[in-house]
């Protein structure tokens, strides 16, 4: 049986759907909440779903039949302000999750994130090296959340404390696609782009406020979730694979490609609207990120990322445009 935390959100879900596909027994733990998150697992058999509070009283029953926990769950909003609660659930969870595999012989593969390199003035290298780890400023809270987990978990294996048999922390850069609509003001610049462009509107990107970035012209690594999927079931099937890891394209693209690749996946023409970067965010807005793939590369993966069109069209025509939105 496999554990996936946070199978109800974004990446999670889509993760489970893979799992669910294979015939693997999920089970999930996630909070629904009263919205539509519940309808991202409306498809799937699942094996168990469990309140993340009732999680420490399942393990201790049912972690025996465990082979494997993806740990995606955490508070991933990039403009949380309450650091307890960040702490609480992206760092003390996590170290008690990676304990816990250690005394039990369970692999952990969990979601850490692009955010841990701040500005990318240090770069984007998925080490471990922890004079590198130390030199990284993540922006916000969240960032620092994920960044502290990293840290520690650094310390720990360089130390030679137990760890998991096998494990892999993954930086998700810009993904995109299916299953990310209760994420509301988190979600996707492509999702917000389709309502606009929905509801009539010009699709709006932010200005630049630097001489060598044109408008729109600021770059990101933008990674479709199916990428991200097939990194982690890859991962599940190398044990000799242990570290930290990247996850997004390789290549960086503007935000104007970005737009552009929606209109063409609605069969439209462009039109686009730059506004004022809001004064709140526009010294700490970053211009640039892209994802070093060297690590997971020479570890063995060979699966090429989808160009930012193809994930476009696919997302937008098999999805976002289509009469059940959800995967």
Same mark, same amino acid.
């Given at each position: 049986m496999?554990?996936v $935390?946070?199978?109800?959100g974004?990446? /999670?879900?889509?993760?489970?759907a893979?799992?669910?596909?294979r015939?693997e027994r999920?089970a999930?733990?996630?909070r629904?909440? !009263?919205g @539509?998150k ?5 498809? &799937? ?6 309140r993340p509070e ?5 393990l201790?029953?049912?972690g025996g039949?465990l082979d ?10 990039t $403009?949380?302000t309450?650091a @307890?609660a960040?702490?609480?659930n992206?760092l003390?969870?996590s170290q008690k999750l990676?304990?816990?595999c250690?005394?039990n %012989?369970v ?10 390199y %701040?500005?990318g003035?240090?770069g984007f290298?998925?080490?471990l090296?922890?004079? *590198?780890l130390a030199?990284?400023r993540?922006?916000?809270? *969240? /960032? ?7 840290r520690w978990?650094?310390r &720990? $294996?360089e130390e030679?404390? +137990?760890s998991?048999?096998?494990?892999? /922390?993954l930086?998700?850069?810009n993904?995109?696609? +299916?299953n990310e ?6 979600a ?7 309502? !606009?462009i929905?509801?009539g509107?010009?699709a709006r990107? #932010?200005?630049?406020? &630097?001489p060598d970035?044109?408008d729109?012209g600021q770059l990101?690594? #933008?990674?479709?979730?199916? @990428?991200c999927?097939?990194a982690?079931l890859w991962?599940a099937g190398?044990?000799e ?6 996850v997004g394209?390789g290549k960086? &693209?503007? #935000?104007l490609d970005?737009? $552009? ?11 686009i ?5 809001p004064?709140?965010?526009r010294?700490k807005?970053?211009? #640039?990120?892209?994802a070093?793939? @060297? ?5 063995g993966f !060979?699966?090429n ?5 193809? /994930? ?6 098999d999805y976002l445009a289509? +009469?059940d939105p959800?995967r």
């Amino acid at each position: 049986m496999i554990l996936v $935390t946070g199978g109800a959100g974004f990446i /999670g879900s889509n993760l489970v759907a893979a799992l669910d596909a294979r015939g693997e027994r999920v089970a999930v733990s996630d909070r629904l909440g !009263q919205g @539509d998150k519940w309808r991202n697992l409306a498809k &799937r058999e699942l094996e168990a779903l469990i309140r993340p509070e009732a999680l420490d009283a399942w393990l201790e029953e049912c972690g025996g039949e465990l082979d494997l926990i993806y740990h995606m769950g955490a508070i991933s909003s990039t $403009t949380e302000t309450d650091a @307890d609660a960040l702490v609480a659930n992206n760092l003390l969870l996590s170290q008690k999750l990676w304990t816990w595999c250690a005394e039990n %012989g369970v692999p952990l593969i969990y979601a850490s994130s692009a955010a841990t390199y %701040g500005d990318g003035a240090q770069g984007f290298d998925d080490s471990l090296d922890r004079g *590198y780890l130390a030199s990284l400023r993540p922006l916000n809270a *969240y /960032g620092w959340s994920k960044h502290a987990f990293d840290r520690w978990v650094a310390r &720990r $294996t360089e130390e030679g404390w +137990p760890s998991p048999p096998h494990w892999a /922390g993954l930086k998700f850069f810009n993904v995109y696609g +299916p299953n990310e609509y209760h994420k509301g003001g988190q979600a996707s610049v492509a999702w917000h782009l389709f309502g !606009q462009i929905g509801r009539g509107e010009a699709a709006r990107l #932010f200005k630049s406020h &630097r001489p060598d970035y044109a408008d729109g012209g600021q770059l990101r690594d #933008f990674v479709h979730v199916d @990428d991200c999927v097939d990194a982690m079931l890859w991962l599940a099937g190398q044990p000799e694979v242990s570290g930290l890891f990247n996850v997004g394209s390789g290549k960086a &693209r503007s #935000f104007l490609d970005l737009a $552009t690749g929606v209109f063409a996946a609605l069969g439209r023409e462009p039109d686009i609207a730059f506004v004022p970067t809001p004064e709140a965010i526009r010294e700490k807005y970053q211009y #640039f990120t892209e994802a070093r793939m @060297d690590r997971l590369r020479t570890a063995g993966f !060979q699966a090429n990322a989808l160009s930012l069109e193809e /994930g476009l069209r696919r997302y937008v025509q098999d999805y976002l445009a289509s +009469p059940d939105p959800y995967r």
